[in-house]
């Protein structure tokens, strides 16, 4: 096959793969903002269902890191693809699964419970997601490339939340409120099958990268990778600080906004989904510029400087987020992004820099999921419960935080490749 087509097939099972997997978690995000607290966690405090339907939101965080585990195991014995594909049908299936749950008004406790565990099997699924398909990219990347090459499943994140976020405000707009919560909101879920075999089809097309079937030659894989990442316990720390800006950032900007755009603030679902989907444009953008200032200098270096721009903007987003003005709060969800491109963008071929090809996959999937947790997981919360106390203005320092802790992780990190 020829070279540019064999890399235009990998860039497009890389970029797939991973837009449908942040298709499938985000519209669990946006159903969680929306519909999911009063349809599966019935209170009088319309706050407190928020929280615990960000709970349940936050539960694949926690399960992304054991996925990261099992996935990175068998991605670092018998290969990166056939990984990919168990990866990709885990996550699809939990998805689809969520379609067809009854309400708590239906089953009771049932409904939420059932509603966790295949959160759980989204998150377990991504876990091993993300790690395969950076590898995926930049493990087949040209001399020159890698940090392009690196980006390409990055730029599957802003096109998966870009086909979630489209598809709730079209179905915003056709369906009355009462339909969209009785039944519409169960539509995305069931679209998922689609997209799901658009991936599997491309991935299935694609053979084992080059590093590993080189590392194979030289030497059988570790029996236990997990094991043998005790030798890298400092790359794994570094690299779970290095991601968690990026976490936090994109669910403050777009779960955690849109739950307070249509709530606290009062805007109409769909005018805020609108705004979002035109912010979402610039966290492409970001992903792009990155990568190539990560080629020119170095995925560290523009890492380095997007966690900055972190710091200094969560000195601005809770201000903007409640300034009350649609163009001020489209400003600051678009800069957000941009940013988050920034230190997004350069992750796939920054990681894999930290770890040798035996432990890989392991490596970089672990901690790109441990930061997940902190990021994704715990800010969002933390921003949620400080607004419930009257300080959501605030909460944007939370950013400046995770910026701090990304700032601080990728200085003391020591790339081996």
């Known amino acids: 096959m020829h070279p540019l087509r064999q890399h235009a097939r990998i860039l497009t099972a890389s970029l797939v793969g991973t837009a ?30 928020v929280m615990l339907s960000f709970m349940s939101f936050g539960i694949a965080f926690f399960a992304r890191p054991v996925g990261a585990i099992a996935f990175g195991h068998f991605g670092d014995r018998i290969g990166r693809k056939s990984t990919l594909v168990a990866s990709l049908l885990l996550m699809g299936g939990s998805t689809l699964l969520i379609a067809f749950l009854p309400t708590y008004a ?37 001399p020159g490339w890698t940090a392009r090459f690196g980006a390409a499943p990055q730029l599957g994140a802003p096109l998966g939340f870009l086909a979630a976020n489209g598809l709730f ?9 009462a339909d969209f919560n009785a039944w519409g909101w169960r539509l995305p879920f069931l679209f998922s099958a689609v997209l799901v075999i658009i991936g599997l089809w491309v991935r299935l097309k694609i053979g084992e990268t ?26 794994l720390l570094a690299g779970s600080a290095g991601v968690i800006a990026c976490f936090a950032i994109f669910y403050l900007a777009t779960a955690y906004a849109l739950a307070q755009g249509t709530t606290t603030f009062g805007y109409n679902r769909e005018t805020f989904l609108a705004v979002q989907l035109g912010a979402n444009t610039f966290l492409a953008l970001g992903i792009v510029l990155a990568a190539f200032h990560a080629d020119r200098t170095s995925p560290g270096r523009t890492l380095l400087l997007g966690a900055l721009a972190t710091v200094a903007l969560g000195v601005a987003f809770g201000p903007g987020l409640s300034s009350g003005s649609l163009p001020t709060i489209f400003v600051t969800l678009a800069s957000a992004l941009l940013v988050m491109g920034f ?26 999921n441990a ?28 950013l400046s935080l995770a910026g701090l802790i990304t700032l601080v992780g990728v200085a003391a990190a020591k790339p081996k490749a």
């Open 210 to 235: 080059p590093a590993f079937q080189e590392a194979l030659d030289k030497a059988p894989p570790h029996a236990v990778p997990l094991w043998e990442l005790r030798r890298h316990l400092g790359p």
């Open 106 to 142: 239906m089953v009771g406790w049932v409904a939420p419970a059932l509603l966790c565990v295949l959160r759980f099997g989204q998150g377990f699924g991504l876990g091993g997601e993300w790690g395969g398909a950076a590898l995926l990219a930049v493990e087949n990347a040209p």
């Open 371 to 398: 930061g997940g947790i902190v990021g994704g997981a715990l800010t969002p919360l933390a921003a949620q419960w400080l607004s419930g106390q009257g300080m959501g203005a605030q909460a944007g320092l939370l």
């Open 343 to 368: 230190v997004y963008g350069p992750l796939g071929s920054w990681l894999p820099t930290l770890f040798p090809v035996g432990v890989r996959y392991s490596g970089i999937s672990v901690a790109f």
């Open 169 to 177: 405000l079209l179905l915003g707009l056709w369906l009355t409120d």
């Open 20 to 49: 449908v997997e942040f298709y499938d978690f985000y519209i669990y995000a946006t159903a969680a903002a929306l519909v999911f607290g009063p349809l599966f966690f019935p209170s009088s405090d319309p706050t407190t269902q």
